[in-house]
Structures are given as structure tokens and as C-alpha cells.
């Protein structure tokens, strides 16, 4: 459908710590600090705020492109996981157990796509993903999805996107 797409997994996570410290994300204030990597129990977490001992925040990043096939219409909703993630499973459960500890718990999908206007759970590829997202969201883990303006010059994060569940 001639749109960017980000594919270097490494790349969000250092978006949206970026954002995060600069304000850009105004629900994630960098006021206690942020901390990368910040384990918690038996997973890690690619970002947390407040102080590594005993952050109040913990974040998880998830890189999300999967946009309509090429005989799809371009809906512009782009969804995660492109295939079966377990591990993205897990970390939907631990961030459950976050908000159960009485922390806070936000997943952040960063939508590195230039077509994108909404972002969801693909449920055709990993149904127990979408099931685990709505659960999580039940059970208060917040959930953001922010788009990156894609460019031959460069990627930032550009603005929220609804989320359809």
C-alpha cells in the first residue's frame, strides 16, 4: 500500500524512553526517574518510573507494523503480534500481577507505521494474545498506542492513537 514501516525491534524502546523523559507522554511523567531494563520477579521490563529498588511504573514496549495484506483495504489499523508470541503472552500476565501488587503497569504500543490511524490485537494470528490484552485491560493495566512519523530522515513519536479492542 506504499507506507513506511519500522522493523528494527530495538528502535521503539528507545522512542518512547525518549518521549518519556522529554514529557511527550504526558501520562508517563519522567519526574521519578526512568529507569531501562528493570526486572521484576522472574521477567524485565523495557522501561520503569520511580527508582530501580522499588519503581511505582513498570512499561513494556511493544514494536507494532502488521498492517493489511495487499489485497486488504487500507483500513490504517495495525495490529500485534504479526505471529504467536508466548513471551508477549507472559508479559501481558506479569503485568497483570503488577497492577494485582498494587503498582502501576502501561504497555505501549509503539506504531511504526506510516498508514497507521488505530492500532489492535491480531486476533487472527494469536488469539490468546487479544484475549490476554482485554484481560489486562479489565484488570487495570493501561494501555497506550502512540504512532512514529516514519522518514527517509528519520522516526519520533508523533501522536496517540486509539486502540480498538
Known amino acids: 500500500h506504499g507506507h513506511w514501516a519500522g522493523v528494527n525491534t530495538a528502535r521503539p524502546n528507545a522512542l518512547v524512553e525518549e518521549a518519556v523523559r522529554a514529557g511527550q507522554i504526558p501520562v508517563l511523567d519522567p519526574a521519578s526517574g526512568v529507569e531501562r531494563e528493570v526486572k521484576y520477579r522472574d521477567s524485565r521490563f ?12 513498570f512499561i513494556e514496549v511493544k514494536n507494532v507494523t502488521l498492517g493489511p495484506g495487499p489485497k486488504d483495504a487500507d483500513d490504517g489499523i495495525i495490529a500485534f503480534p504479526d505471529s504467536v508470541t508466548e513471551r508477549g503472552q507472559k508479559h501481558l500476565q506479569t503485568l497483570m500481577d503488577v497492577v494485582a501488587s498494587g503498582k502501576r503497569a502501561v504497555l505501549v504500543f509503539c506504531v511504526q507505521h506510516s498508514g497507521a490511524t488505530a492500532a489492535r490485537p491480531a486476533d487472527e494470528i494469536d488469539v490468546r494474545y487479544g484475549e490476554l490484552l482485554r484481560e489486562a485491560v479489565e484488570k487495570g493495566v493501561e494501555v497506550l498506542a502512540w504512532k512514529v512519523a516514519l522518514s527517509a530522515e528519520g522516526f519520533e513519536l508523533e501522536k496517540p492513537l486509539p486502540i480498538a479492542l
Open 46 to 57: 523495557d522501561l520503569a518510573l520511580g527508582e530501580r529498588a522499588d519503581p511505582h511504573t
